[in-house]
């Protein structure tokens, strides 16, 4: 027997299910997005954790790593759960030359010069000395593994301060913010090492990325200063002269390997001469 009641039930639930997997495919889009998204812009958090990292001896390094890279992961859940409070940062305190200037805008202007300081610094000693001398070529103090640490999560407070700002952009839920979080920090964590062993062991691509990072220096005191600029444009540029570096380095490697041929010829020739 026909009974409309029933046809109805069916569309209801048909209905509710549809909207369930509209619901599920919605947080998986933005799940994945916001992942790949917080793991390109932590980049310049594995670097800075790497270069630090670098100053230590061997053995403490992945202690330091490990320790740098999750108190960042820690840092931006804490931030995250104190979504309020955050967002608190964006309100205008002062009001310089008809800019309203907020805490956040503070935060982010010193921590940028703070970054452009460190990073110019370190370019210094890698230009001028020998990247073991200190001013006047005088050998430089060893460093603490708690100084290390400490510089650490001084930045790691500014890169998860704006990396917080941009996920709540991103997404609603504070569910998916925060495994978004914890995949993007996974995902850096295991490419840190590999990274910094990298730039520990070629001169040059120090040099870039410690140009890097006084970009995003610059990038952060503008972005307080009320400017947006997109941080694509310092990723472009920062890809296509670690792409130039490659191909350096690569020709470096072939005269090379040309060089010890031509020599390992000239002595054989040497002792057939004999």
């Known amino acids: 027997m026909f009974c409309p009641g029933m046809v109805l039930g069916g569309h209801v639930a048909f209905a509710r299910r549809r909207k369930i997997m509209d619901g599920v495919l919605s947080a998986l889009v933005s799940l994945a997005t916001l992942t790949f998204l917080e793991s390109v812009l932590g980049f310049d958090n594995v670097l800075m954790v790497g270069l630090n990292v670098n100053k230590l001896p061997p053995r403490e390094r992945p202690r330091a790593r490990t320790i740098g890279m999750t108190g960042a992961m820690v840092m931006r859940i804490a ?8 967002m608190g940062l964006t309100s205008p ?3 310089v ?3 309203p200037v907020s805490w956040r805008d503070l935060i982010l202007i010193v921590g940028g010069a703070f970054l452009v300081w460190k990073a110019t610094h370190e370019i210094y000693g890698e230009v001028e000395g020998d990247g073991h001398h200190g001013h006047g070529g005088q050998p430089e103090r060893p460093v603490s593994f708690r100084r290390v640490i400490g510089e650490i999560m001084v930045l790691d407070i500014i890169f998860s301060l704006d990396s917080v700002i941009t996920a709540v952009g991103m997404a609603q839920n504070l569910a998916i913010m925060i495994t978004a979080v914890v995949l993007s920090m996974a995902i850096m964590m295991k490419f840190a090492a590999a990274i910094g062993d990298f730039i520990s062991r070629h001169a040059s691509f ?4 410690l140009t890097f990072l006084v970009l995003i220096g610059v990038f952060l005191v503008i972005e307080g200063a009320g400017q947006h600029v997109s941080k694509g444009y310092i990723y472009i540029a920062m890809v296509f002269a670690f792409a130039v570096e490659l191909l350096h380095m690569r020709r470096r490697s072939k005269a090379a390997q040309r060089a010890a041929a031509t020599r390992a010829a000239q002595a054989e020739s040497g002792r057939e001469v004999a």
């Open 97 to 99: 030359l008809a800019h």
């Open 93 to 95: 305190i002062i009001v």
């Open 206 to 209: 120090k040099v870039l990325a």
């Open 79 to 86: 931030l995250l759960c104190s979504l309020n409070w955050v």
